[in-house]
């Protein structure tokens, strides 16, 4: 069974530049979460989908933004980016998202902004 | 809010030594996770503990999860310089869909 991917793997922008994510998760599963990895902060959650609904939403001022789709790929978007955006991104798909969530993630695309 | 305090944050130690990581919290989760992360990549999904008292064995791991669901710790036994990495702990909680909490993360080098 193929694993969770992500593309691009690596991405380098400048300052104002938005920039989209993708994620394609496990086959069969519908829920995708995105993480943020910083070594200042850690993983910190930024939103997650379930059948192309936003069930859940981090700290993350409004720039930073996703979508799912019917066959449950999701893709994140941050706009006008800055410097302090730089940071792996992760996602993660689970079969469900209650209590047990059990998740895998994907390799990570990291983000270098100039 | 949710916090997991994972500990230590470094781990510094000989081949064959033995180990204990510890993560804590005042919170109660459903389940917890442990990760083991190389450079680079992603989280790679060790275990998962879901009941109480649990304990969970992966080769020379060994992992529980309290009583109470609050805390986890992960034991490593005869440690090699291939469980060398970023060890992280995850909790989830019941109504927060999609979320874990992660731990600071403990990175543990094992020296040949």
């Known amino acids: 069974k193929a694993g969770v991917t992500q593309t691009p793997r690596y991405l380098i922008k400048t300052r104002g530049q938005q920039v989209t994510l993708s994620c394609s998760p496990i086959?069969?599963?519908?829920?995708v979460s995105w993480y943020q990895q910083t070594p200042g902060q850690g993983l910190q959650f930024l939103f997650e989908?379930?059948?192309?609904?936003?069930?859940n939403k981090g700290n993350f001022p409004g720039r930073f933004s996703g979508r799912q789709f019917s066959n449950s790929r999701s893709e994140m978007n941050v706009s006008t980016l800055e410097l302090g955006d730089s940071a792996l991104y992760l996602c993660?798909?689970?079969?469900?998202?209650?209590?047990?969530?059990?998740?895998?993630f994907g390799p990570g695309t990291r983000l270098t902004v100039l | 809010t949710q916090l997991l305090e994972q500990s230590p944050q470094f781990l510094s130690i000989q081949e064959g030594e033995n180990l204990t990581v510890y993560c804590n919290s005042s919170?109660?989760?459903?389940?917890l996770q442990w990760y083991r992360q190389e450079p680079g990549e992603g989280p790679v999904l060790l275990v998962t503990?879901?009941?109480?008292?649990e304990v969970k064995k992966l080769k020379r791991l060994t992992f529980q999860f309290g009583d109470a669901r609050k805390d986890s710790s992960l034991h490593i036994t005869a440690a090699q310089p291939g469980d060398t990495g970023l060890y992280l702990c995850?909790?989830?909680?019941?109504?927060?869909?999609?979320?874990?909490?992660f731990g600071q993360g403990t990175i543990l080098t094992v020296h040949p």
């Open positions: 993660a798909s689970s079969r469900t998202s209650g209590g047990y969530n059990e998740q895998f």
């Open positions: 086959s069969g599963h519908r829920s």
């Open positions: 989908y379930f059948s192309e609904t936003q069930r």
């Open positions: 919170s109660v989760f459903s389940s």
């Open positions: 503990v879901v009941t109480g008292g």
């Open positions: 995850a909790g989830a909680g019941g109504t927060s869909y999609g979320k874990l909490t």
